[in-house]
């Protein structure tokens, strides 16, 4: 977009020519032409997950990266929130995809996997091991990330819950990655906060994930900003 900038002179002269019935362009009389600075880009983050992030059996707008997205540029911040969740997936899904997913020009990632990984009782090492190279690979690009964490079902006993819930703490130690400790907390367990299978989100429990979510989101995009992992 370009200004234009009349000094006194011109302005007097652009009167003159106007009540003489004449039209002079303005760069005629001695305008200056000031270049307006272009508009930055939003700040790109990528949600990088499974049907939590996707929004399961909820319609486009209601899923998490819309909400967020919403949520975020209601309190001033430009930015797009990419959906990267894609329903069933597990960390070894997530890790496959990871270089399409999160494309080049990324800002940064909020990972939101393991959740079936615990509910088919895969091996918690295998999780972490997946996790571990996911955060790897963003932090070779030097991409911030906020890790949601994810709980066990209790039925697979105490050494595979404990085993499984320490992943999150210990991989965000071990890469500076930002943690949101539970993807899913003050709406898991809530019925009136979700579908009636009673584990995946409703319209209002989106919204109340995004609600209790947002302070670690902010952290992060002020990461991306500053350009620290």
């Not at 600075?37 to 939590?52: C, K, M, T």
């Not at 615990?118 to 911030?144: F, H, Q």
């Amino acid at each position: 977009m370009m200004m234009v900038v009349l000094t006194a002179w011109t302005r007097q002269m652009a009167i003159f020519f106007f009540c003489a019935g004449i039209l002079v362009p303005v760069e005629v009389l001695g305008a200056t032409r000031v270049e307006a600075a272009p508009e930055a880009a939003p700040l790109r983050i990528v949600a990088l997950g499974d049907s939590l992030t996707a929004g399961f059996e909820l319609p486009p707008s209601a899923a998490f990266p819309v909400q967020l997205e919403q949520a975020l540029r209601a309190r001033g911040h430009k930015v797009r929130v990419a959906n990267a969740g894609v329903s069933g997936d597990t960390t070894t899904g997530g890790l496959q995809r990871l270089d399409w997913a999160v494309p080049d020009g990324t800002d940064a990632v909020i990972l939101e996997l393991g959740a079936n990984d615990a509910l088919r009782g895969v091996d918690p090492g295998i999780a972490r091991a997946n996790l571990d190279k996911i955060l790897t690979r963003l932090g070779e690009r030097g991409i911030p990330v906020l890790l949601a964490g994810m709980r066990s079902p209790q039925n697979w006993g105490k050494t595979y819950v404990d085993g499984f819930e320490a992943i999150y703490p210990d991989l965000a130690r071990k890469h500076g990655a930002l943690l949101y400790p539970f993807f899913m907390e003050g709406v898991a367990m809530q019925a009136r906060l979700s579908l009636d299978d009673g584990l995946h989100p409703n319209s209002d429990g989106v919204e109340k994930i995004v609600e209790m979510i947002l302070p670690k989101v902010e952290a992060l995009i002020d990461r991306a900003k500053n350009g620290s992992k």
